[in-house]
């Protein structure tokens, strides 16, 4: 009877080691969190690429001193949605490339083990302190790439949540943890957002309106020139031009001004069969209005001198401004 007890014993002493155990082995556990990526206010038409940092941090605990854990970050394509080659931020339809990377020379993609890509995320290695616990922070390091001028003047988001955001996780030694993979001993998901707004901006740049040679100007001479104007895609923008700097110039008839104060009349249009004076919408002028298309748009200048008495012969000039107004 007294053996039989001393087995009962014993039987209940290995069960309850077993649950003491699994119920450590059950405290194992990591968490994650990703502050938000923002691009702020990007220019896709002057503008060239936009470099920020974001910062990953890693918790882990319940294990032992002689333990590290073994921790991957996988983050996938977000909502924007992803290419082989780039991420998408989103507006409806309208998209906006960026690109996660896990290098501050952002050479190497910030990829995941749970998505369709070669890019992969990570290795991390989190060492566990005398108490079972221990932490990591790294950089996450995103560029919004430069030659996207066709992108709509929107606010773009990307939202990561989920299998796009969701840290694999093993407990190990040091000697033996394993690579990373979609299988390991526990994972833990985080949220964050990727963001930027592209800015309503016009690029304009125009060539020289040039006359040439004459001599008398008893008849019209006439000439063109091209205007550039280049405004964010979807854009509303209007092209007024000055009266000039000739003394005594309008916006209606300008003056080139040549040696002793002498000047030539002259005028342009918006239309070629010059009957539009091109100006600023005053004294009986027009202005030019389109819509931006993220590209240049060239817009002509007609150009007249008009019959007229002639000055002295000398090299008449005369500077405009245009002003594009969005």
């Excluded at 940092?53 to 605990?61: A, E, K, L």
């Excluded at 990591?136 to 003047?153: D, K």
């Amino acid at each position: 009877m007294m053996r039989r007890s001393r087995y009962l014993c014993g039987w209940i002493f290995a069960f309850l080691t077993s649950l003491i155990a699994t119920n450590a082995l059950a405290q194992h556990a990591c968490s994650w969190s990703v502050d938000n990526v923002a691009f702020g206010v990007a220019d896709v038409l002057g503008g060239g690429a936009v470099d920020v940092t974001s910062t990953v941090n890693i918790d882990c605990s319940g294990g032992l001193a002689s333990l590290v854990v073994r921790a991957c970050p996988n983050i996938g394509a977000g909502s924007g949605g992803a290419t082989s080659s780039t991420r998408h931020m989103s507006n409806g339809s309208n998209l906006l490339n960026y690109q996660l990377y896990q290098d501050a020379a952002r050479t190497t993609v910030w990829g995941s083990s749970l998505w369709g890509f070669a890019d992969p995320p990570p290795t991390l290695t989190v060492p566990l302190g005398l108490l079972g616990s221990g932490s990591l922070t790294t950089t996450l390091y995103a560029r919004l790439p430069g030659g996207q001028s066709t992108a709509p003047a929107l606010s773009y988001l990307s939202s990561f949540s989920g299998v796009n955001a969701r840290l694999n996780w093993t407990f190990c030694l040091l000697v033996i943890c394993p690579a990373c993979s979609s299988s390991m001993e526990g994972s833990s998901d985080t949220t964050f957002t990727v963001s930027a707004t592209v800015a309503s901006n016009c690029l304009v740049s125009a060539t020289t309106l040039d006359f040439g040679s004459t001599g008398v100007l008893n008849a019209n001479v006439d000439s063109t020139n091209t205007i550039s104007v280049t405004c964010t895609n979807g854009t509303p923008w209007n092209a007024s031009l000055s009266a000039g700097s000739g003394v005594g110039g309008t916006v209606a008839l300008r003056k080139m001004t040549g040696p002793g104060g002498a000047t030539i009349d002259y005028t342009i249009y918006r239309n070629a069969g010059r009957t539009e004076i091109w100006g600023d919408g005053t004294s009986g002028t027009f202005t030019l209005s389109g819509t931006g298309t993220g590209l240049a748009q060239a817009q002509t200048g007609y150009g007249r001198v008009p019959a007229q008495s002639t000055p002295a012969a000398a090299t008449y000039t005369d500077t405009v401004v245009v002003t594009i107004t969005y």
